[in-house]
């Protein structure tokens, strides 16, 4: 639950940057920098998964996405470690 709201501003901060460019209609914001398109799209998501109402088919879809998550965040640490020669585990 603490995800939802953040998931708006994360899409709309990737979309912002230009990281995924076919993203690029969700850092549209409103006159108090809320994104509603991204706010919209995560509620569409939630939605499905509310509709779907079944737990044993949502969870690896979860479960994919978070363990992706942390091998990227984890695979580019690793990687800026080499790069800069940085010896954390002493």
Known sequence: MLRCPGAPR?????????IIPFLSIFKATNAKNEPIRALILTFFIAEIGIIIANIESVAPLIDVSVLSVVYHT???YVKI??????KTWI
Do not use: C
């Open 74 to 76: 984890k695979y580019r």
């Open 81 to 86: 470690e080499i790069w800069y020669k940085i």
């Open 10 to 18: 994360l899409l709309q901060a990737i979309a912002r940057d230009d």
